[in-house]
């Protein structure tokens, strides 16, 4: 609306025929300049332009929205973006749906909690045939830190879909649709970024995985601002992707500790707790997802994985259709399991705590079945 040009605008013929004198041909043109510098432009009075430049911002101005109209254009949105379920029902239930189109949906714990074992059971899911809750397409799996194993989702889909999975046929095919990518520096991602756009029109692909990006970039010998600014174009890249593909884009993301800047940067703002000297050292909250506050800030919905009191919980600590819910699950050879659908609501500064208590009990257990 602000290339409107002036002489679509019901100006008095006598401004109207002024403004174009002056080569001010849009309502951009006019509205960059001040009333006085107006005023000098075109040799007229102050009431003269005030009331031009109202007419033309009235004009140009979006309307007003009521509170009815957004939610019923959010509505539409939903229907035709929509959710895919990741088969844990209280999670889905919270998210509306589960892992919403068009977006990116992060997924950020310590090693060994469950990212990958999460992201190859939605990858599989999203192989499957729709009347199995599936896409019924293919995936992207960019597998930065070569975790992603064929054997496990194979068992994760004999446990889960004995019926498809124990015809040699079927197993093939669905296996078939999880195209793998295995860049070995930022460079080398950033290369197949394009050949990964053409991709998702060309070849039926349903949704891109991501395990992680945080590898990718730690990586790289890049430093401060020049980092920040590679990792800015990857993001605007990959938002631009989901919103093209109108596909779910699942993400993971690393942690690390908390360091005095960030105290004033972020909101993981929480205390840690050592163990006596010689004893196992308890991580309690004192760490923060790494990529910084511009990632978090491009990812829509942020589920974190944790530990804490003996126990794995999957957090929705941002997401705007969702409170802050924590679910415990644990993984089994089927994958992910929710230990209860009745998500415990988080309060304060949980909700972006992440805890990681018996980490290196935690790290070998997740190995397991990877290789």
Wanted: neutral net charge; hydrophobic residues 40%.
């Amino acid at each position: 609306m602000a290339n409107k040009l002036i002489s679509e605008i019901p100006l008095p013929k006598s401004i109207a025929n002024v403004f174009s004198a002056r080569n001010i041909s849009t309502a951009k043109d006019a509205l960059t300049l001040t009333e006085f510098e107006l005023m000098e432009l075109l040799d007229v009075g102050l009431t003269e332009v005030r009331s031009a430049l109202s007419q033309i911002s009235e004009i140009v101005a979006p309307p007003y929205q009521t509170a009815l109209s957004l939610m019923e254009q959010r509505f539409q949105n939903e229907h035709l973006g929509g959710h895919f379920p990741t088969g844990l029902k209280g999670l889905d239930a919270a998210l509306c749906g589960g892992i919403p189109f068009g977006v990116l949906t992060e997924l950020v714990g310590p090693a060994g909690i469950g990212k990958t074992q999460f992201c190859l059971k939605l990858s599989l899911l999203a192989s499957l045939p729709t009347n199995y809750g599936g896409l019924d397409g293919r995936v992207i799996y960019i597998d930065v830190e070569s975790k992603f194993s064929s054997r496990r989702l194979l068992e994760i889909g004999l446990r889960s879909f004995p019926e498809i999975f124990q015809m040699k046929e079927m197993a093939q095919e669905m296996a078939g649709r999880i195209l793998v990518l295995r860049p070995t520096s930022l460079a080398e991602f950033t290369q197949s970024l394009e050949q990964i756009k053409v991709s998702l029109l060309q070849k039926q692909v349903k949704m891109l995985v991501i395990d992680s990006m945080a590898a990718l970039v730690s990586g790289e010998h890049e430093q401060g601002a020049r980092r920040q600014q590679t990792l800015s174009w990857h993001i605007s890249f990959i938002k631009s992707l989901a919103e093209f593909s109108r596909i779910p884009v699942v993400v993971t993301n690393q942690v690390r500790s908390r360091n005095h800047d960030d105290a004033s940067r972020y909101s993981f703002q929480v205390q840690s707790r050592d163990g006596a000297i010689g004893t196992t050292m308890q991580y309690d909250s004192h760490l923060v997802a790494a990529l910084g506050i511009q990632w978090a800030h491009a990812v829509t919905t942020r589920l974190v994985l944790e530990a804490k009191s003996g126990e794995r919980f999957i957090k929705v600590a941002k997401s705007p259709i969702s409170p802050p819910l924590a679910f415990p699950f644990h993984i089994t050879s089927s994958g992910i399991s929710l230990l209860s659908d009745d998500g415990k609501e988080v309060m304060g500064p949980e909700i972006n705590a992440i805890h990681c208590q018996g980490h290196n009990e935690i790290i070998n257990f997740g190995m397991e079945g990877l290789h």
